[in-house]
C-alpha cells in the first residue's frame, strides 16, 4: 500500500523541494503505480489526452562548444561537418506539414558563425508557405539575435538548462555560465517565446536533488515546454564510458513534473526510446503529451550523433509512422492543433 504521507503528496498544490524529493522516491511499486497513474489523470486534466507531434529538423551538426555528454562538440574530430542547405530545410518542411504535422523544430549545434540573417530567412520562408508554429533549437545567442528570429515569425524556444547544478554544469560544460544560460532563457521569455527547457537524467554525479532542483527551476522559469531525457554515453566524447542514465527515473522524474508543473508540455523523449523501445509509450502514460520524429534526410542524419542511435535507412515518414505507432499503443489518438502552451492560446 502507498504511505498515505506519499499519497498527500500527490496531491500537494505547490510542493517544495523536499517534497518533490520524496515524490520522485517512492518507497514501493505500489506507490509508484499510484505516482503514474496521479501524473497520468493531472496530465488528462490539464492538457488533455491528445498526443502533440513536432517533427525535428536537425539542421547542421557544427558546433562552438565543447560538452563532455555530446557527440557534437568541437572536441570531436571524428564527425564529419554538415549545415542543410536552405532548399533543403524547406523541402524538409514541407515534407513535415505534408504529412499532417503542424510544428517544426530546427535544431542544430551552438554554431557561433551561423548567419542569424540566413536563418531568420528560412523562418520568414517556411512561416509564409505553412500554417506551422516553428521552434527552434540552436543554443545560446544574444538577446537581439533571438529577437530577429522572433520578428522572423519563430514561434518557440527549446534551450535545455542541461543540470540545475552549478558545479555539474561548469565540469561538463566548459567554458559557458549557468548564469547566461538562465539568462538566455528569460530573454526568450521576455520576447515572446514559448520556452522550453530541462535536463538529462543520470549526468556523472548528478543526485536526486539536483533532479528535483531541475523540476523546481522549470517552475521558477515559467516554462512552457520541459523536456527530460536520459543521458546516453556517447563514443569519442570524454564520458563514453560513464553509465547511461535509468530509464525508471526518467519516467518519475516525468510524472513527478506532470504533477508539480501541471499545464507544460512534456515528451516522451527519444533518447527514452533509444534506451527502450517500450519507454516512449510509457512516458505517454505517466505524464508526457509530446513526441517528436526526427525528419532529417538521412545522408545528415547520420552525422547528427548527439549519442549512438540504431539507423536504418529507412523511408522519410519511418519516424512519424513510429510516432503514430506509439501513440496508438498508448491508448491515445495524435492532437489536430497546433498544440501551443495553454498560456499563449489567446482567449476565445
Ligand atoms: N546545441 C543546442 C541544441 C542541440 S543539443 C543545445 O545544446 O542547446 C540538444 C540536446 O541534446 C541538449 O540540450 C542535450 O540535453 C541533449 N544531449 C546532448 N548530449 C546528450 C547525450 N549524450 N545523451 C542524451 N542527450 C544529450
Ligand atoms: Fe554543442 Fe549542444 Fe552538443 Fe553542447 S549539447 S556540444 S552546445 S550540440
Given at each position: 500500500?502507498?504511505?498515505?504521507?506519499?499519497?498527500?503528496?500527490?496531491?500537494?498544490?505547490?510542493?517544495?523541494?523536499?517534497?518533490?524529493?520524496?515524490?520522485?522516491?517512492?518507497?514501493?511499486?505500489?506507490?509508484?503505480?499510484?505516482?503514474?497513474?496521479?501524473?497520468?489523470?493531472?496530465?488528462?486534466?490539464?492538457?488533455?489526452?491528445?498526443?502533440?507531434?513536432?517533427?525535428?529538423?536537425?539542421?547542421?551538426?557544427?558546433?562552438?562548444?565543447?560538452?563532455?555528454?555530446?557527440?557534437?562538440?568541437?572536441?570531436?574530430?571524428?564527425?564529419?561537418?554538415?549545415?542543410?542547405?536552405?532548399?533543403?530545410?524547406?523541402?524538409c518542411?514541407?515534407?513535415?506539414?505534408?504529412?499532417?504535422?503542424?510544428?517544426?523544430?530546427?535544431?542544430?549545434?551552438?554554431?557561433?558563425?551561423?548567419?542569424?540573417?540566413?536563418?531568420?530567412?528560412?523562418?520568414?520562408?517556411?512561416?509564409?508557405?505553412?500554417?506551422?508554429?516553428?521552434?527552434?533549437?540552436?543554443?545560446?545567442?544574444?538577446?537581439?539575435?533571438?529577437?530577429?528570429?522572433?520578428?522572423?515569425?519563430?514561434?518557440?524556444?527549446?534551450?535545455?538548462?542541461e543540470?540545475?547544478?552549478?558545479?555539474?554544469?561548469?565540469?561538463?560544460?566548459?567554458?559557458?555560465?549557468?548564469?547566461?544560460?538562465?539568462?538566455?532563457?528569460?530573454?526568450?521569455?521576455?520576447?515572446?517565446?514559448?520556452?522550453?527547457?530541462?535536463?538529462?537524467?543520470?549526468?556523472?554525479?548528478?543526485?536526486?536533488?539536483?533532479?528535483?532542483?531541475?523540476?523546481?527551476?522549470?517552475r521558477?522559469?515559467?516554462?512552457?515546454?520541459?523536456?527530460?531525457?536520459?543521458?546516453?554515453p556517447?563514443?569519442d566524447?570524454?564520458?563514453?564510458?560513464?553509465?547511461?542514465?535509468?530509464?525508471?527515473?526518467?519516467?518519475?522524474?516525468?510524472?513527478?513534473?506532470?504533477?508539480?508543473?501541471?499545464?507544460?508540455?512534456?515528451?516522451?523523449?527519444?533518447?527514452?526510446?533509444?534506451l527502450?523501445?517500450?519507454?516512449?509509450?510509457?512516458?505517454?502514460?505517466?505524464?508526457?503529451?509530446?513526441?517528436?520524429?526526427?525528419?532529417?534526410?538521412?545522408?545528415?542524419?547520420?552525422?547528427?550523433?548527439?549519442?549512438?542511435?540504431?539507423?536504418?535507412?529507412?523511408?522519410?515518414?519511418?519516424?512519424?509512422?513510429?510516432?503514430?505507432?506509439?501513440?496508438?499503443?498508448a491508448?491515445?489518438?495524435?492532437?489536430?492543433?497546433?498544440?501551443?502552451?495553454v498560456?499563449?492560446?489567446?482567449?476565445?
Amino acid at each position: 500500500m502507498p504511505t498515505s504521507r506519499y499519497l498527500a503528496l500527490l496531491e500537494a498544490p505547490f510542493p517544495e523541494r523536499e517534497d518533490v524529493i520524496a515524490l520522485l522516491s517512492p518507497s514501493s511499486d505500489e506507490e509508484k503505480a499510484a505516482l503514474f497513474a496521479r501524473a497520468h489523470a493531472v496530465r488528462r486534466e490539464t492538457v488533455g489526452g491528445h498526443v502533440h507531434i513536432r517533427g525535428i529538423i536537425e539542421i547542421s551538426n557544427r558546433c562552438s562548444n565543447n560538452c563532455l555528454y555530446c557527440g557534437l562538440r568541437r572536441g570531436n574530430t571524428a564527425l564529419a561537418r554538415y549545415l542543410m542547405r536552405p532548399e533543403e530545410i524547406l523541402a524538409c518542411a514541407k515534407t513535415i506539414t505534408d504529412a499532417g504535422v503542424r510544428t517544426i523544430v530546427l535544431q542544430s549545434g551552438e554554431d557561433r558563425r551561423a548567419d542569424a540573417h540566413e536563418i531568420a530567412d528560412i523562418i520568414r520562408e517556411i512561416k509564409a508557405r505553412t500554417d506551422a508554429a516553428v521552434t527552434l533549437s540552436l543554443g545560446e545567442r544574444d538577446r537581439e539575435t533571438y529577437r530577429l528570429w522572433r520578428e522572423a515569425g519563430a514561434d518557440r524556444y527549446l534551450l535545455k538548462h542541461e543540470t540545475a547544478n552549478r558545479s555539474l554544469f561548469a565540469r561538463l560544460r566548459p567554458s559557458t555560465d549557468f548564469d547566461v544560460r538562465v539568462r538566455c532563457l528569460r530573454d526568450l521569455a521576455e520576447l515572446g517565446y514559448q520556452v522550453g527547457t530541462g535536463n538529462m537524467i543520470g549526468l556523472p554525479g548528478q543526485s536526486l536533488a539536483d533532479i528535483a532542483d531541475d523540476i523546481l527551476l522549470c517552475r521558477e522559469l515559467a516554462a512552457d515546454m520541459c523536456p527530460f531525457g536520459p543521458f546516453i554515453p556517447s563514443p569519442d566524447t570524454p564520458l563514453s564510458h560513464a553509465a547511461a542514465g535509468s530509464v525508471e527515473l526518467s519516467l518519475l522524474t516525468i510524472a513527478v513534473a506532470r504533477i508539480v508543473l501541471r499545464t507544460v508540455h512534456i515528451p516522451a523523449n527519444t533518447s527514452l526510446g533509444t534506451l527502450d523501445p517500450d519507454a516512449q509509450r510509457r512516458a505517454l502514460l505517466c505524464g508526457a503529451n509530446v513526441i517528436m520524429p526526427n525528419f532529417t534526410p538521412y545522408r545528415y542524419r547520420v552525422h547528427y550523433r548527439i549519442y549512438p542511435k540504431t539507423l536504418r535507412e529507412t523511408p522519410p515518414l519511418e519516424g512519424l509512422h513510429r510516432a503514430l505507432e506509439i501513440i496508438r499503443a498508448a491508448g491515445c489518438t495524435p492532437a489536430t492543433d497546433r498544440g501551443d502552451s495553454v498560456r499563449h492560446i489567446p482567449p476565445a
